[in-house]
């Protein structure tokens, strides 16, 4: 039910491990996780099948919410409207010294929920956990009152 989506070493396996059982490979070097698809996304029958976009985007690099930009695009590419699902911006790496400031700066650029985490020491994971389980829940409440869809997001 949910799309991980962020250009190669913004922290995608990362964070997976960090609100996870999971154990993708990591490493400080992009592509790291093997047989991904341009880093874009990596199941092409998973996109058309979930239910909300979690756009993660590496806060240590100049202008971040450009990646934003680049990542509808080719979403909207492969199916038009898929990047107007709803989402989650994850604000990733919030540990390095660049990263307070384009949080602002992302922040004064998007009308979506921006949650700012560190994959690498689990600061603030709870509260992306907490959020994306109030998604899966309104999901479930959508679909046991037979619309399909979810009563909020």
């Known amino acids: 039910n949910l799309l991980q989506v962020g250009f190669p070493n913004a922290g995608k396996s990362s964070l997976l491990r960090a609100i996870s059982n999971a154990k993708p490979a990591v490493a400080a070097y992009p592509f790291t996780t093997l047989n991904a698809h341009v880093g874009i996304v990596k199941y092409?029958?998973?996109e058309q099948r979930c239910r909300?976009?979690?756009?993660v985007l590496d806060m240590s690099l100049p202008e971040p919410w450009t990646h934003l930009d680049h990542l509808c695009h080719e979403l909207d590419?492969?199916?038009?409207?898929l990047s107007r699902r709803p989402q989650v911006i994850v604000a990733n790496k919030m540990d390095l010294p660049e990263a307070p400031g384009n949080l602002v700066a992302l922040r004064s650029r998007v009308a979506q929920r921006v949650i700012p985490v560190s994959a690498l020491s689990g600061q603030n994971t709870?509260?992306?956990v907490l959020h994306l389980r109030e998604l899966y829940d309104g999901y479930v409440?959508?679909?046991?009152a037979g619309t399909g869809t979810a009563t909020r997001w």
Do not use: A, I
């Open 44 to 46: 092409r029958d998973h």
């Open 52 to 55: 909300c976009l979690l756009f």
């Open 77 to 81: 590419q492969f199916e038009p409207g």
């Open 126 to 128: 709870e509260e992306l």
């Open 141 to 144: 409440q959508g679909e046991d």
